[in-house]
């Protein structure tokens, strides 16, 4: 996972992405619900970016807080903002400083970037080393199977992969991860209750006219696979 190149290291500036781009982020219910209100837990998040989630952490009352990312210009920001982050090259050598020391490792839209033939060793290393005997990892993806999903293969330079809940639980499993549990399927935890409700009966429609024409054209998905559509999949995994 070697990240030491210059454009790594301008990412945000090549994506003309900014801090104040997160000014309205707010912790998503799903992730809250993984952590099952242990305000003790020692959190890692791993490509942390400009701290948006660790910011919402740290309001939510969890101290014991970390980051970790590529990018010098992410990491001197969150610093500057009382974030505990550090800038990492590789995640071997950062490993090897906190063997066995989170209970919860956050992994958001990540994997994507790195090499696929490295996606498992690097899952490997999160779940032997980073680790607390029984720690879990929360790691969200882009979806190939949403209505976006093929955009996301080409808007994002350096993403070399997208998943499905089949590959996604594939790396997983691979990796040494026994539980697996996809969170939020329908992507409706947010929402209020009468929306949660027309969602609900849009993608049951949306779903029937995938059948329908996965008919007509002899085409299938792989049966013991979940089916999600949302923009990104959740796994929670220990």
Not at 46 to 62: P, S, V
Not at 73 to 90: F, R
Not at 123 to 139: A, D, H, M, P, Y
């Amino acid at each position: 996972m070697e990240t030491n190149n210059k454009p790594a290291n301008e990412y945000f500036g090549y994506r003309n992405i900014r801090p104040e781009d997160y000014s309205n982020f707010r912790m998503p219910r799903y992730l809250l619900e993984a952590l099952a209100g242990d305000k003790n837990a020692r959190i890692l998040d791993i490509g942390c970016g400009f701290g948006q989630m660790l910011k919402c952490l740290r309001n939510e009352g969890y101290p014991n807080i970390y980051g970790a990312d590529i990018s010098k210009e992410a990491v001197e920001y969150c610093k500057s903002t009382g974030l505990n982050v550090e800038e990492i090259s590789n995640l071997e050598e950062y490993s090897n400083k906190h063997s066995k020391a989170f209970d919860f490792v956050i992994m958001s839209h990540v994997l994507e970037h790195i090499e696929k033939h490295k996606i498992i060793e690097t899952l490997s290393i999160v779940k032997k080393i980073l680790l607390s005997e029984n720690g879990k990892l929360l790691v969200m993806v882009p979806n190939a199977q949403s209505n976006t999903g093929c955009y996301w293969a080409y808007e994002d330079f350096t993403h070399t992969t997208l998943f499905t809940t089949g590959s996604l639980f594939y790396v997983l499993k691979a990796a040494g991860f026994n539980q697996i549990e996809f969170l939020d399927p329908q992507c409706v935890n947010d929402l209020s209750f009468m929306k949660r409700v027309i969602v609900k009966v849009l993608l049951k429609i949306y779903i029937m006219n995938k059948d329908f024409w996965n008919k007509v054209t002899s085409s299938s998905y792989h049966k013991p696979s979940p089916r999600i559509y949302g923009f990104e999949i959740r796994a929670l995994a220990m």
